[in-house]
């Protein structure tokens, strides 16, 4: 059985309209990660969540943002998807206190139209 | 800082022959691990192993095999006999003990010929 879902796992936005990817967990890991990986490249971390301190990347967008309600669940928002942002959004999670292997989602393909 | 260089953008072979994919790291911490996973055209990543940075003893499991080596900071990967099945991109990837960061790799595709 998954332990790391992403929903949807093609999602398809127009330029410039709001979307959200979601994210959830049945590990109940304290830390929960966003990455955005484009074609032939690695992935690239954008914030990750411990508990429910969020922790973004310098060099992550401001049309980035990011919400964990609780310790299952995380979201991806995107405020204003450009054509740049189209790329595989990856979900992983991980427990956090002892640096152990992180688990990850199957990915959402984004697309922008 | 941290960084994780896989040389390799592209390895090809014929089935059956064994391959290594190459895996050098840099970090200041003395405590660390090392990862190394598998992306299958389905996109989700699979892990394959964990190693500590205290642990230097390499690791067999069925057809898969990686030597940890400090000396050299590197964490090499072998797969031997490779099937098609083995055909991905994979990754290595470096985090420090209590840090929440994973640092990947550029990674490799390995593709793997009938």
């Known amino acids: 059985d998954a332990m790391v879902i992403q929903n949807p796992r093609y999602q398809v936005t127009q330029f410039g309209k709001p979307v959200t990817l979601s994210c959830s967990q049945t590990?109940?890991?304290?830390?929960m990660y966003w990455y955005q990986q484009k074609s032939s490249q690695a992935p690239k971390l954008l914030f990750h969540y411990y508990d429910k301190d969020f922790n973004n990347e310098a060099d992550t967008p401001d049309n980035f943002q990011s919400r964990r309600p609780n310790t299952s669940f995380c979201f991806l928002d995107i405020r204003s998807p450009g054509l740049g942002d189209a790329a595989m959004y990856l979900c992983?999670?991980?427990?956090?206190?002892?640096?152990?292997?992180?688990?990850f989602g199957q990915g959402t393909r984004l697309t922008v139209v | 800082a941290q960084k994780v260089t896989q040389a390799q953008t592209e390895i090809s072979v014929v089935e059956k022959e064994d391959v290594t994919l190459d895996c050098v790291y840099e970090?200041?911490?003395?405590?660390?691990?090392l990862f190394w996973y598998k992306q299958p055209p389905s996109g989700e990543l699979v892990f394959l192993i964990r190693r500590n940075s205290f642990d230097e003893q390499n690791e067999i499991s069925g057809r898969y095999s990686w030597n940890f080596q400090k000396s050299t900071s590197s964490f090499n990967f072998t797969i031997t006999a490779s099937q098609v099945v083995d055909s991905a991109v994979y990754f290595c990837?470096?985090?420090?003990?209590?840090?929440?960061?994973?640092?990947f790799g550029q990674g490799t595709r390995l593709t793997i010929n009938p």
């Open positions: 590990l109940n890991h304290n830390v």
């Open positions: 992983a999670t991980r427990e956090g206190i002892r640096s152990t292997e992180a688990f």
């Open positions: 970090t200041r911490d003395t405590t660390y691990y």
């Open positions: 990837a470096l985090s420090s003990q209590g840090a929440q960061k994973l640092v």
